[in-house]
């Protein structure tokens, strides 16, 4: 059996002593057993009429090759370069020269080296506060061995750690100043180790009640700056709003209303025009107060006051009065309406 890390070189050595009596053709074969007992064995390099054939195994192609140049000397051993977690296996390696026949079998275990190692500390460094001291490589193959130690001052290691020295986690209890320094911690496994450092300051407790309102009144600070911001947006956005309305309300182009006066006067003309329109015979039915009506939305009617008789109440008295002068159309001697 052979372990080696990954990235590394394997020999797997296959020697083997000729008999007078084989006097046959030399052939040497190379065979792998998967560790997934579902794949079949594969030809991986073979030695045959003085030739090497070395392109069977894809996976192995160009990293697999005999050791000794010479193969009739008795050396039929291969070195398996830049080693991966898929060449673990048995191997086989077979020597035939009629009437002569061996074969020797070796198994390969590909580990991966711990590396990558990162130590940390989990929890807060304050007298009297309990954390942990962690130490996690980042790959490396099962099983993994660790080793603390403190480097700044080896003697002043607390007696409480000694029985977790050797595991990934060191949990600290009611810490004191006696346990700062720089620590370190060793991963290993079969094929190769790692390290990293630890620098650890326990240090006194924090002003949290200090810590805490900072953080609340900082928060209503800004609280506030943003509801101020936002009051300013809506007062402008308002302002923008009733300019664009008072805006639009005043238009240049609509005319003014029509006086009543001129409601009045368009009224009584139309009454006019429709007199011309009528005979003689039609003017007796037609009562003459209908040139003084006018539409109730468009005049108010003057207070009402006792009817005089005409005769008797002088022109600037009816003008006080509120009346509306009317012409009354005269008749011509043809009896038309002028």
């Not at 929890?123 to 996690?136: M, T, V, Y």
């Not at 209303?257 to 003689?280: C, D, E, F, Q, W």
């Amino acid at each position: 059996m052979i372990e080696k890390a990954k990235g590394e070189t394997a020999y797997l050595p296959c020697k083997f002593t000729l008999s007078p009596d084989d006097q046959g053709p030399l052939d040497i074969e190379w065979l792998l057993s998967p560790a997934d007992n579902q794949k079949v064995d594969q030809v991986i390099i073979l030695y045959s009429g003085d030739k090497i054939y070395d392109d069977y195994y894809q996976d192995l192609k160009g990293r697999v090759h005999f050791t000794s140049s010479d193969l009739k000397a008795g050396d039929a051993s291969i070195n398996v370069t830049n080693l991966q977690l898929s060449d673990i296996g048995t191997y086989q390696c077979k020597v035939k020269k009629a009437p002569g026949v061996a074969n020797k079998k070796i198994q390969l275990t590909v580990l991966v080296k711990p590396s990558g190692t990162r130590c940390y500390i989990d929890g807060s460094e304050e007298i009297g506060s309990d954390f942990k001291l962690k130490c996690e490589p980042k790959e490396g193959s099962l099983p993994l061995q660790y080793e603390w130690q403190k480097v700044s001052d080896p003697q002043k290691l607390p007696t409480s750690w000694l029985a977790e020295m050797t595991s990934s986690v060191i949990n600290v209890k009611n810490a004191s100043t006696e346990y700062s320094g720089t620590y370190s911690c060793t991963v290993r496994n079969r094929v190769g180790s790692d390290q990293c450092l630890l620098s650890l300051d326990v240090v006194p407790p924090s002003n949290r009640a200090g810590t805490i309102a900072g953080a609340i009144i900082g928060t209503l600070c800004a609280l506030l700056v943003i509801g101020f911001i936002i009051f300013c947006c809506l007062k402008k956005r308002r302002e923008e709003k009733y300019e664009k309305e008072v805006h639009h309300d005043i238009r240049e182009d609509v005319p003014p209303p029509k006086s009543r006066t001129s409601t009045a006067r368009s009224y009584i003309g139309s009454n006019h025009s429709s007199l011309g329109s009528m005979s003689p015979s039609n003017m007796e039915g037609y009562s003459k107060t209908q040139y003084n009506q006018v539409p109730s939305e468009d005049f108010e009617r003057a207070p009402q006051s006792p009817t005089l008789p005409p005769a008797k109440v002088a022109a600037p008295n009816l003008s006080r009065m509120g009346a509306v002068p009317v012409m009354i159309p005269a008749q011509s001697k043809d009896g038309s309406i002028v």
